[in-house]
């Protein structure tokens, strides 16, 4: 792993309780690393699976998606669908053999600043020793 | 299951052949969906047949697949359901994909009853193309010997060869020679016996014991199949080589009879983007490869359909590059299905996995929290 390799990295937000979150975090005054590129969407349920998919093909190293915790959706149901949705680009990313952990998904409430920040931090690690998304540089996707 | 027996004197075709024309006649079923030779004499084409004297033109078993039966079904059903009977003769993999076409309200299956059979598999569809008579003969002959090398691949390690999941069952293991069972699945299929006057109650435990220990060795073969492509396949290199020759054409999008959506989104204009776009990221990859998102088209196609991918097989004899996509769906569609515990075309009222859910399910997505990580309050983590 080489110290200047800063991945990208797309965090997809829910506008309840994952912008919240963050929303939180900066009235805290707490940082996360600035390669990691907030993509807010109306309610994680929302999220097509193509949507991870484009983003994993076209040039994130990582993906994190954060919803509300259960129970708390404001669509009432959206954040259980999301994780349906999430198992199954997993279990496609892993019978390909294309990096299933490169994939995050975790619950992120309004209140909880730090554990946005954690997270983001967190998983920039985390694919900082994965290395780059081999399939970004890549001509031919 | 309870069923009765056919007798096979000429062939197999025969046989369902006079069957389908007896229940015709006596009126079992008003008219009769099933695959045909063309004039031409080289492909098959589903008829709807109602005058029974044109059967004996039928080909109740094809030895190809060239249009998927669901998507037959799918065209007749699309503005409601029939208000006679139809009994569509297909193979077992077709029906599936008619339940889940159901399912996805693309089909209606009331009053369409099902005869499927114990599918001996379909030769590929190019091989056959290019000689049909010959080929005819090799299918008759694996028919014959119940042997599948001659098959597509993904027959060869098919686990659902003997499914039945529509009213009415040819079964050919286990049965004496020079007969069929013809086995009744359904209520509905039950009462077509009996309207034709057949005996539909004798046992049928000899095919019961016989798919049952076919299964078992081809779940064995299907289980080595998909490590072995697992190998050839799988990783990002490896992947990205499978279909190096993809030319984006996305016939396997219009024949698989499961891929759902009325308008594909890879059509769709969120493909239509300005050249500075394509020279952004040309820029950012060194170059771009055109048409462009042929392993984004193939994985978006399957993070569509996956639950519901039957292994058909029509994909891969739809590519006109010959690359082999249903080998790979079929080794992702296992996983994932397996997963949710799906299985499709299994029950008309099954639910697809992406629309139901339980509060408590799949916690291992979930990434646990580690508290202690961040460096604290207005310092850079």
Known sequence: ?141 | MKGTTLPVEKDLNQTLIDFLKKGLESGGFDAVLLPSRVPSGDSFAYLLIKNPSLLEEATPLPPVMPVQGAKAVSSLTQYGKTNQKILAAMRPCEIRAATELSKLKQAELENILFLSLDCPGALPLSDYLENPREKDKVFQEALENRKTESMRPVCQVCREFSTTTGDLHVGRWGAEKGRVFLISSSEQGKKIQETMGNQGDQSVDSWESKVKELKEQRLQERAQFHEDLKTKAGGPDKLLEFFNQCINCHNCMRACPVCYCRQCYFDSEAFDLPVDDFLKRAKKKGSLRLPTDTLLFQLGRMSHMVHSCVSCGTCEDACPMDIPVAQLFSLVADQTQKLFQYSPGRNREEPLPFSVYKEEEFHEVETPYRKTYSKGEGKNA
């Open chain 1, 1 to 141: 792993m080489s110290e200047d390799f800063k991945p990208k990295i797309i965090y997809f937000m829910c506008s309840w309780c994952g912008t919240g979150g963050s929303e939180t975090a900066s009235a805290h005054h707490l940082y996360y690393p600035e390669n990691v590129i907030p993509f807010r969407v109306n309610c994680t349920g929302a999220i097509s699976p193509l949507h991870l998919l484009r983003a994993f093909v076209e040039g994130a190293d990582g993906i994190v998606i954060s919803g509300c915790h259960p129970g708390d959706c404001h669509y009432n149901d959206g954040n259980f669908r999301a994780r349906r949705r999430v198992a199954s680009i997993k279990s496609i990313l892993d019978s390909l053999g294309l990096g299933a952990d490169r994939v995050w998904f975790r619950y992120v409430a309004h209140g909880e600043g730090k554990r946005f920040a954690d997270t983001a931090a967190e998983f920039n690690e985390h694919i900082k020793n994965l290395g780059p998304n081999p399939l970004k540089e890549r001509k031919e996707t």
